[in-house]
C-alpha cells in the first residue's frame, strides 16, 4: 500500500516535512503531482467538497484526506511509529511540529511580506526590513527554543536515541534556512549545537540517506519557502 | 478542578479562541495574567524548561502543560466532549482549526507586515498594501472554504447540529473580522450565509451568551490580533 502524497512540483515547500518523514519511515507514497502534473493536482483539489484541504500538501488513502503538515505528521507518526509512542509525548511532538510550522510560515512571509500572491520583485524593499528582523530576532528566539527542547533528553534526537517527525523537520528546517540566509547560519550555528546535533542524525538515517541521494529530492529554488535572495542575508 | 489558562492581559488575541471553547462547554478556567498580572506570566513562562510553550496561550493542569491553539483544542475537545467524538471527525475539526490558525495569523500579518515586534506606524505602508490583498483575496477565499466546510452537514454546525471547538474559533474570526474590516465585512457577508449562521448559532449558546455578556469578555483594541485602523478598510 502507498498513499498519495499531493503537492505543487517543482519544490520542496511544505510537502517536504511529509516527504523527509515518510522516507525516513520507509513509508510508501507516490508523489502524484510529480509523476502526473500539476493539473492534475489542481482537478483533484478542485473536486473534493465539503471538509476538504484548503491547500497542498495532503495526504490521500483511499476515501481518506488529511491536509496540514503538523497534522499528517502527528497522524502519521501515530499510525506507521515515528511518534513518541504515548499520549503525552505526542501531544509534545504536536507542540513542538506546530512551532516549526509558525517559523517556516515567517521564512517565507521574509521574501512575501505583503502578499504572497505578489512577486517578490514588488516587495522587494519590505522583504528587506522582514529578512532583518527575521535573521537578527526570530531565528535566534526560534533556535534557542528547539535548542531547549532537545535538551529535554540525551540527544541526539527530541525524544533521545530514537528519531520523530519532529527531527526530520528541524532538519529541513536547518537545511532550509542555509540555503536561505547562509552567511547568518554561519555566524549563529555554533551556538546552537544541540540543534545542529540533531540535524546530523537525521542526516544519517539510512532512509534520509537513500533519499537525499536519489531524484526524489529536489533542489532548492527561488519558487519554494526557502529563498536564497542574497541581499537579504547578512551576517 | 480548574485549568490555568495563561495569556497575555488586556487583549482577546489568540487566548480568546480557548476562552470560548472552554466558556461555551462550561469548562472552569482561571486566567492567570489577568489575576496576577503579566509578570506572573513572564515568570512562568521563564520558570519553564525542556519541552516548554513557545508563546502564550498555554494551559496547564499541574505538571501537564499544552500550547499552540489549534493543539489545546483539539486536546480539549477530546476531553470535553466538544470534539467529533470519533477520530476521523476529530481529524477534520483539527484540520479546519488549523486552517483558522493560518487566517488568523494572516490577519495580524496585515498590521505588522514587516515584523511583529515593530510599532504598526513604522510599518504603515507595507500595512496598507497587505490590508488590500486581505481583504480582496485572502478573506473571501477563506470564507468560501469555511463555508463549503459548513456545508458537509446541515448546520448550523460544523457537525451539525452540535457545536465543536471550529464552531466557536469560527465566531471570533467573524467577530475579530467585523471589528477590523467593518465596511469590507458588510459588503461580503451575503455571500456567506452558513458561515454568518453558525456565528449566530454559536452566539446563542448557553456558555456563550453568559460569557459575552461578562467582564470576563475583554473588548477588541488595537492590541491584539484584529485591530481597526481604518485606513486599512474599505469595501
Redesign the interface.
Known sequence: MAYDLWYWPGIQGRGEFVRLALEAAGVGYRDRARSDGVEALVDDLDRR??????APPYLVDGD?C???V??ILA?AGEKHGFGAGDQ?GD??L???Q??IS?IV?EAH?VHH???G??YYED?KD?AA??AE??RE??IPK?FR?FE??L??NDGPF?LGDRWSHVDTSLFQLVEGLRYAFPQRMKAIEGDYAKLIACRDAVAELDGIKDYLASERRLAFNEDGIFRHYPELDAA
Open positions: 467538497s465539503g471538509i476538504r484541504p484548503y481518506f488529511i491536509a496540514q503538523a497534522h497522524w503525552a501531544l509534545q504536536i507542540m513542538l506546530l512551532t509558525d510560515a512571509n511580506p505583503i502578499a500572491d505578489l516587495q519590505a526590513r522582514a528582523n527575521f530576532q526570530r526560534f527554543y531547549d527542547a535538551s529535554a527530541v
